[in-house]
């Protein structure tokens, strides 16, 4: 009886230093994914079906202010809704995440301190074995100042394309583009002068003395105008 005690306790503990090794190994892979989500640069953000947070990594609390103690059981749209968009907006993000499908976008969400940012956000529905919907994972990257590049690219562009003939060059005068209204004033189609220095529109009239008053004001006080 003893020795069958023994032996039973032998297998026992056998059993159940494996049954811990691989407690272990779960947890060490488990710390794993949270340390790799937490290094993430892109805001994370995991929500149960209803949308309550439960769970958001470093980079979401610098994007928007909020620690994830502050917004454990809230809603996103508590805490984050700018007002900017409507309500079918976010009718057509739920009927797609719903729909178990991956929803890709951008929107201006609110900061804690209630700055606006704009934002790129996917929204990726999460399964259990029965296949429900039993989770939503955000990842969120702050794309403001890319829109506001855009916004000023857009500028630039509708203002390079006014009825007034303009030239750009690069630090050391070389030409870069000219748009149309250069063409209609000058004759010359962009092909001819793009790489070209603007001396060759030179008509002799005006001495060094003009040229090298321009190239001073251009230097000291980043303009100049004249005739």
Same mark, same amino acid.
Request: no cysteine; charged share 25%.
């Given at each position: 009886?003893?020795?069958?005690?023994?032996?039973?306790?032998?297998?026992?503990?056998?059993?159940?230093?494996?049954?811990?090794?691989?407690?272990?190994?779960?947890?060490?892979?488990?710390?794993?994914?949270?340390?790799?989500?937490?290094?993430?640069?892109?805001?994370?953000?995991?929500?149960?079906?209803?949308?309550?947070?439960?769970?958001?990594?470093?980079?979401?609390?610098?994007?928007?202010?909020?620690?994830?103690?502050?917004?454990?059981?809230?809603?996103?749209?508590?805490?984050?809704?700018?007002?900017?968009?409507?309500?079918?907006?976010?009718?057509?993000?739920?009927?797609?995440?719903?729909?178990?499908?991956?929803?890709?976008?951008?929107?201006?969400?609110? !900061?804690?301190? &209630?700055?606006?940012? +704009? /934002?790129?956000?996917?929204?990726? $529905?999460?399964?259990? %074995?029965? @296949? *429900?919907?039993?989770?939503?994972?955000?990842?969120?990257?702050?794309?403001?100042?890319?829109?506001?590049?855009?916004?000023?690219?857009?500028?630039?562009?509708?203002?390079?394309?006014?009825?007034?003939?303009?030239?750009?060059?690069?630090?050391?005068?070389?030409?870069?583009?000219?748009?149309?209204?250069?063409? !209609?004033?000058? &004759?010359?189609?962009? +092909? /001819?002068?793009?790489?070209?220095? $603007?001396?060759?529109? %030179?008509? @002799? *009239?005006?001495?060094?003395?003009?040229?090298?008053?321009?190239?001073?004001?251009?230097?000291?006080?980043?303009?100049?105008?004249?005739?």
């Amino acid at each position: 009886n003893d020795l069958l005690y023994l032996f039973t306790l032998a297998i026992f503990s056998g059993t159940t230093s494996i049954y811990i090794v691989k407690v272990k190994r779960k947890l060490d892979n488990l710390q794993l994914k949270d340390n790799a989500l937490n290094a993430a640069a892109n805001g994370i953000l995991i929500t149960n079906r209803s949308g309550k947070i439960e769970w958001a990594n470093q980079a979401f609390g610098d994007l928007t202010g909020y620690s994830l103690d502050e917004v454990y059981s809230l809603n996103p749209k508590v805490i984050l809704r700018s007002g900017k968009q409507n309500s079918q907006f976010y009718k057509t993000m739920w009927d797609t995440i719903l729909y178990k499908k991956v929803w890709h976008g951008e929107l201006i969400n609110r !900061r804690k301190d &209630g700055s606006f940012y +704009d /934002e790129e956000m996917t929204i990726t $529905p999460v399964t259990d %074995r029965d @296949g *429900i919907i039993s989770h939503f994972i955000a990842v969120k990257q702050d794309i403001t100042k890319r829109k506001q590049t855009e916004s000023e690219l857009r500028i630039a562009a509708t203002v390079f394309n006014a009825q007034e003939g303009m030239v750009i060059t690069n630090s050391d005068g070389i030409i870069l583009k000219v748009n149309h209204a250069f063409t !209609r004033i000058t &004759g010359y189609e962009p +092909d /001819e002068v793009i790489g070209k220095s $603007p001396r060759m529109f %030179r008509s @002799g *009239i005006h001495d060094e003395e003009f040229y090298a008053t321009m190239w001073k004001s251009i230097h000291q006080t980043k303009a100049w105008q004249g005739e």
